[in-house]
């Protein structure tokens, strides 16, 4: 079985300022992570992913995440927001065997 | 331009009225799969499919059907829908690769299907 939490349904940063949105997860297997962005009323983009390489793993638009095995943590940060940051973000977790877990996704509101 | 396709993209629709939600990519990518999205909930997977003519139900399979006879095509079925499903759906395949490759399973989405039911 597998799980993703994300820690924050909301969180609300000023632009210009640093970015942490939160993610826990829990899997029987060795997962493959994801970072998925929404723009409202819009599909969904690949942020970034983490495969077992590097740990650390850089995505697009400045966002990096940090794979912490101990801690069964992916949380997704950005140096500096910007107001096109301001989106719905979803963590998720894969399995070879073809499921798919999404988080409840965070909000990430950019104030000016 | 690789995309993956899906029709209709806004449907209202009664009670018991059968409806098929089609999802097509012409990127010849094994993997393919539906998700609801409903506020507060995330993405939740309805069914997913590995390759032609294998289906696996996801988290949420009830009062759904899925169908893979050819590999570019994954249709979502509602034999009677019901009001509780009104949401919306989105459709997304990958390349079915080892974890450790560079591209593994990164899915491409369709631009959602937002369907009322009343």
């Known amino acids: 079985a597998q799980s993703v939490t994300q820690l924050d349904s909301h969180v609300s940063v000023s632009e210009g300022t640093p970015v942490l949105l939160r993610c826990n997860y829990s899997?029987?297997?060795?997962?493959?992570l994801f970072w998925y962005v929404q723009h409202p009323n819009k599909g969904l983009q690949l942020l970034l992913k983490y495969t077992s390489a590097a740990t650390l793993v850089k995505g697009i638009n400045g966002f990096e995440a940090e794979f912490k095995k101990s801690e069964t943590s992916f949380h997704l940060t950005k140096p500096s927001a910007h107001m096109s940051d301001a989106a719905e973000y979803f963590c998720v977790v894969n399995t070879n065997a073809g499921k798919s877990t999404f988080g409840d996704g965070t909000t990430l509101t950019v104030k000016p | 331009e690789a995309q993956v396709t899906q029709n209709p993209r806004y449907l209202i629709t009664v009670t018991g009225k059968k409806l098929t939600v089609t999802c097509s990519q012409n990127m010849n990518h094994e993997y393919m799969s539906w998700y609801r999205q409903d506020p507060g909930l995330g993405l939740r997977q309805i069914y997913y499919?590995?390759?032609?003519?294998?289906?696996d139900k996801g988290d949420v399979p009830e009062g759904y059907k899925v169908s893979r006879k050819e590999k570019r095509n994954f249709p979502l079925i509602l034999e009677s829908p019901s009001p509780n499903q009104t949401s919306l759906y989105f459709c997304?395949?990958?390349?079915?690769?080892?974890?450790?490759?560079?591209?593994?399973?990164?899915?491409?989405f369709g631009a959602g299907s937002r369907l009322t039911v009343l």
């Open positions: 899997s029987s297997y060795s997962p493959s």
């Open positions: 499919s590995m390759n032609v003519e294998v289906t």
């Open positions: 997304a395949s990958s390349f079915y690769l080892p974890r450790t490759a560079s591209g593994a399973n990164v899915l491409t």
